[in-house]
């Protein structure tokens, strides 16, 4: 566990300063955010807590809508 957090902090060092250097916030906004979900992610699988497939999830959806084939 310690390893991985340790790994997106390296990630975080080598990408956040470029980003802030150039002001976009639109792009640093985008890399926060998806950052944010891959760590989880990573984190949540490290501690194996189960996590439902999002095309699962799709599937569901449809079907309540009445999209299926």
Same mark, same amino acid.
């Given at each position: 566990?310690?390893?991985?957090?340790?790994?997106? @902090?390296?990630?975080?060092?080598?990408?956040?300063?470029? @980003?802030?250097?150039?002001? +976009?916030?639109?792009?640093?906004?985008?890399?926060?955010?998806?950052?944010?979900?891959?760590?989880?992610?990573?984190? @949540?699988? +490290? @501690?194996?807590?189960?996590?439902?497939?999002?095309?699962?999830?799709?599937?569901?959806?449809?079907?309540?809508?009445?999209?299926?084939?």
């Amino acid at each position: 566990m310690f390893l991985l957090i340790l790994v997106f @902090l390296i990630i975080l060092a080598i990408d956040l300063p470029p @980003l802030i250097r150039e002001k +976009n916030k639109r792009d640093l906004i985008i890399y926060g955010v998806l950052f944010v979900i891959v760590c989880s992610v990573a984190i @949540l699988r +490290n @501690l194996e807590v189960p996590i439902p497939s999002i095309l699962m999830l799709i599937g569901d959806v449809m079907t309540k809508v009445g999209l299926t084939y």
